[in-house]
């Protein structure tokens, strides 16, 4: 699959290079794309840099930026009809105040703002050091996905669990705001307790099959 990621921070870097590692086509898009590419370069990896307009025709778009440069960095992408859009994007409560009233979520803004392409919320409570471990060391992590809309989230399943981590589908786009919500807890448990960003992660155990 052809993926752009939108976002060249930590967790931008991170899913890029998983992605890659997995046989996606995977090109990188920034404002700064000279500085992405020497990124790239020490970390030893051979794959596209360019401006966020070249994220327009990729199949899938990982956006990871933060909150302030969402809307700005999907308007510069720019993204087609029926893109498929994985965020993973988690404002503080300041940044989206009705997040926090469980009145709305950065997911539901980003599809409102694209409403043509079809929102996913996945990886939003994990850490890049996790990431950067797939798919052969990663954690046994739950991964939490919500989307409206049924091929996307399977296509995020998919990369999900080819990953290493487990997958489980936690429905409509609207359970995103559970998502952050519980993603501001984690960043709670790794940044203040002190567990650390391979310290603690959320494992979700099955006891029966769903609709039993």
Do not use: K
């Amino acid at each position: 699959m052809q993926v752009a990621v939108v976002g060249s921070g930590r967790m931008g870097m991170a899913m890029g290079l998983a992605l890659s590692r997995i046989g996606d086509d995977v090109r990188f898009t920034s404002r700064d794309p000279a500085r992405v590419a020497a990124a790239l370069r020490a970390r030893g990896a051979d794959l596209p840099a360019g401006p966020q307009r070249d994220a327009c025709d990729a199949e899938l778009i990982v956006l990871a930026t933060g909150w302030a440069e969402t809307r700005a960095a999907l308007e510069a992408a720019s993204p087609r009809d029926g893109t498929i859009v994985l965020t993973c994007v988690n404002p503080e409560p300041e940044d989206l105040p009705l997040a926090g009233a469980r009145v709305t979520s950065a997911a539901e803004e980003i599809a409102r703002w694209a409403p043509r392409t079809r929102v996913v919320e996945a990886f939003n409570m994990v850490y890049a050091e996790a990431v950067d471990l797939a798919p052969h060391g990663a954690p046994a992590q739950t991964v939490l996905y919500c989307g409206d809309d049924a091929d996307a989230r399977a296509a995020v399943a998919d990369r999900i669990r080819r990953l290493g981590f487990d997958a489980l589908d936690a429905g409509p786009l609207t359970n995103a705001r559970e998502l952050e919500a519980t993603s501001r807890l984690l960043v709670y448990l790794v940044r203040v307790a002190g567990y650390g960003p391979l310290g603690i992660h959320p494992r979700w155990i099955r006891l029966s099959s769903p609709h039993d």
